[in-house]
């Protein structure tokens, strides 16, 4: 079994409704992150968590909000989603502090019509 | 802030050809840099990273990467493409300095590995 694991791997939604992505991980890492990977822009942070009371925002987190359920669960919600939300989206996680070394799940791609 | 730098957004060399994918970063102080890669339909994994000490870093696969501070780059290299190693290149970094630092990801680089 994946050590990060997202579901669902592919959605597809129209615009307007509430999407969630879930991840769960057993690395026992602390420190989760959603990133958005979009064709020749590369992979860009919308949030990240150091522990369940710690969130903050990424470079694009407009549109977007977290929870952190448990220090193995993190979701993504797009409130109501638009078109330019399509993308693929991925879950890391990393043991702190900056080793820069990112566990990531196999992603989840999301389409909105 | 950070930035790297990936030339070229599509590689493509026959099998048994040297494989060079060019990363340059932007930084007055030496950051750490990672190489990651992303095969079809997976997400990313670590191929190697440079933190400090030998600039000479190898990593899975038969890769390896130089970090060159003088030519701000750190550039990926295979002696030998195998079929296998069609995937996604990304370069990255994070600043060498105290705090929560982003690793920052350049733009990615697709090989192609021709018969």
């Known amino acids: 079994d994946a050590d990060v694991t997202q579901t669902p791997r592919n959605r597809i939604t129209k615009t307007g409704k509430r999407i969630m992505l879930e991840c769960s991980q057993t690395?026992?890492?602390?420190?989760m992150y959603w990133y958005r990977q979009d064709p020749g822009l590369g992979l860009r942070l919308i949030y990240y968590?150091?522990?369940?009371?710690?969130?903050n925002k990424g470079e694009i987190s407009d549109g977007y909000s977290v929870s952190r359920q448990a220090q193995a669960k993190f979701s993504l919600s797009l409130e109501s989603a638009i078109p330019n939300q399509t993308a693929l989206y991925f879950c890391?996680?990393?043991?702190?502090?900056?080793?820069?070394?990112?566990?990531f799940g196999e992603g989840s791609r999301l389409t909105v019509l | 802030a950070q930035s790297v730098t990936q030339l070229g957004s599509h590689v493509s060399v026959s099998e048994g050809a040297l494989v060079l994918l060019r990363c340059n970063y932007s930084?007055?102080?030496?950051?750490?840099l990672f190489w990651y890669v992303q095969y079809p339909n997976q997400g990313l994994q670590l191929l190697l990273k440079?933190?400090?000490?030998?600039?000479l870093v190898k990593g899975i696969n038969g890769f390896e990467a130089e970090f060159k501070k003088s030519e701000t780059s750190f550039h990926l290299t295979k002696p030998s493409a195998h079929m296998s190693d069609a995937a996604e290149y990304f370069c990255?970094?994070?600043?060498?300095?105290?705090?929560?630092?982003?690793?920052?990801f350049g733009t990615g680089t697709k090989l192609q590995v021709i018969p």
């Open positions: 968590s150091f522990d369940v009371k710690d969130i």
């Open positions: 890391a996680t990393s043991v702190g502090p900056n080793t820069g070394e990112l566990f």
């Open positions: 930084s007055s102080v030496p950051p750490y």
């Open positions: 690395k026992g890492h602390d420190r």
């Open positions: 440079y933190t400090t000490g030998a600039t």
């Open positions: 990255a970094v994070i600043p060498n300095s105290g705090g929560y630092q982003k690793v920052t």
